[in-house]
């Protein structure tokens, strides 16, 4: 089993849609975790941090359930420039375990 | 932002050839990573650095080689370039964490490394 598994999409919504991604892991002892947003042929760039129970920034809420060991990313009100692939990351001592990604396009 | 550079963006190179790949960083970060990703493919660590004198192996082998002999600069060397080399090389640095927070890192934009 991977260490952080997400499904890879694509997810293909329209503007003003809400979509969410949901992200698994596997080490029970990790405590903080990221998602990244990579766009095409681009580095990827940090979106949020999500810990305790989650964190909310806008239009973006990520959520942590513990118990069940995902998180998961809700995006509402789409827009056309959140079309990106987003990385769910989990640590594992002094490193990030990214995970695959999952590809959204929004589309008009 | 984060202020972490690599050069050169692109490059297009013959098989044999001997490359660096530059990667610095102005934040003081102790911390540096380098990762191999090819469209359209999750990132892989190939090598990382917990500060000056350290290098460690990343969990995909590589034929690269890394040094530190700065903070702010980590360049990783092909001594032999192959096409199987071809793919982007994204180099990364991250800042401490606080409490239970993980270190955040910071991607440099890349560099697609081309070899024919």
């Known amino acids: 089993r991977k260490e952080v598994e997400q499904d890879p999409g694509p997810f293909n919504v329209p503007e003003g849609a809400t979509v969410a991604f949901n992200c698994t892991y596997s080490?029970?002892?990790?405590?903080?975790f990221f998602w990244y947003r990579q766009d095409c042929r681009k580095e990827p760039k940090l979106l949020m941090s999500v810990y305790s129970s989650g964190n909310e920034d806008g239009r973006f809420t990520a959520q942590l359930n513990r118990a069940s060991q995902y998180i998961s990313l809700l995006i509402r009100d789409s827009k056309l420039s959140d079309s990106a692939t987003y990385l769910c990351v989990a640590p594992r001592t002094d490193k990030l375990i990214f995970g695959t990604g999952t590809r959204l396009q929004v589309f008009p | 932002e984060a202020d972490i550079y690599q050069t050169p963006r692109y490059l297009v190179i013959g098989t044999g050839k001997k490359i660096t790949l530059e990667c610095s960083q102005t934040m003081g970060h102790d911390k540096m990573y380098w990762y191999q990703q090819d469209p359209g493919m999750e990132l892989h660590l190939i090598h990382y650095?917990?500060?000056?004198?350290?290098?460690e192996k990343g969990d995909l082998s590589s034929e690269s080689t890394v040094s530190r002999i700065r903070t702010e600069h980590f360049p990783l060397t092909l001594e032999s370039a192959r096409p199987s080399h071809t793919s982007q090389y994204l180099c990364?640095?991250?800042?401490?964490?606080?409490?239970?927070?993980?270190?955040?890192?910071?991607f440099g934009p890349g560099t697609r490394l081309t070899v024919l």
């Open positions: 080490n029970s002892a990790s405590q903080s």
């Open positions: 650095s917990y500060g000056v004198n350290s290098t």
């Open positions: 990364a640095s991250s800042s401490p964490g606080r409490g239970i927070l993980t270190d955040t890192q910071y």
